[in-house]
């Protein structure tokens, strides 16, 4: 259904100040250096100098709508927003699942058996407490034990003290990574988890690693990632 007005204020109001022409969208940027892209399957085409109105909650929140020049590009209310959300949400967990049966799953077990046992018990962990660890977090977690496994060879083949300043946590950052050069693949996030799990397997800590919180808990939550088991987060409320 077209719409021609939109019965909302906008919740930014700027000036476009360069239009790039891609294959399938143009890209715009406004007055205050946010760039946005417009799907050009809604036949407007942005140039240089007019107004673009965007609709929502503001920085942070979901673009709901778009007006250029008081031309509506397109709009959806909270609850039209609402529904799209949760249809992309649906779509993507099944692309991932589809995923991990066809390609992710031979993978992730092969490099479940080349762990040591600890490492799989911390595994089999998140996958007894979340059925659906393994096509949403197992490739994630995977990666930082993996990397703390190759960091304990590299650590086991350096000089003793270098070894203990590392383990110890005398090393800074920058001497970490000249001495274990990671992957570009890491984020903060995955580096630090790899490092830590590496420590505590070096200092033969071994319950340690099974115990120790998921690399995506405190983004997720604990009983989403499955560290705890659900119905005993449940029973301490």
């Known amino acids: 259904m077209k719409i021609d007005v939109i019965r909302e204020s906008p919740c930014e109001i700027n000036k476009i100040v360069e239009v790039v022409d891609g ?10 250096g946010f760039w946005f892209m417009v799907d050009k399957k809604y ?9 673009a109105k965007f609709y929502g909650k503001g920085i942070g929140f979901t673009i709901r709508g778009l007006a250029i020049n008081e031309q509506v590009v397109f709009y959806r209310t909270e609850e039209q927003e609402e529904v799209r959300f949760k249809k992309w949400v649906e779509d ?7 995923e991990f049966i066809t390609k992710g799953k031979a993978k992730l077990d092969k490099d479940y058996k080349s762990l ?4 799989q018990l911390r595994i089999q962990k998140f996958r007894n407490n979340n059925p659906d660890f393994r096509w949403k977090y197992e490739n ?3 990666f930082c034990c993996k990397t703390a496994m190759d960091i304990v060879r590299k650590i086991e083949k350096v000089d003793t003290k270098v070894r203990e300043d590392f383990i110890n946590g005398k090393l800074s950052h920058d ?6 050069k990671p992957s570009h693949e890491h984020s903060g996030n995955t580096w630090g988890m790899a490092c ?7 200092l ?3 319950d340690d690693v099974i115990k120790l919180h998921g690399a995506l808990a405190p983004m997720v939550g604990s009983e989403e990632y499955g560290c705890v088991p659900r119905k005993a987060v449940m029973k301490c409320r």
């Open 196 to 202: 830590y799990l590496a420590k505590l397997y070096l």
């Open 23 to 32: 294959k399938n969208s143009y890209e715009i940027k406004v007055s205050d």
């Open 92 to 98: 993507e967990n099944n692309k991932e699942k589809k």
């Open 116 to 119: 040591p046992k600890c490492f």
């Open 175 to 180: 001497e970490t990574d000249k001495l274990l």
């Open 204 to 206: 033969k800590r071994e």
């Open 43 to 51: 036949g407007v085409k942005p140039e240089v100098g007019q107004t």
């Open 140 to 142: 994630y977690e995977m």
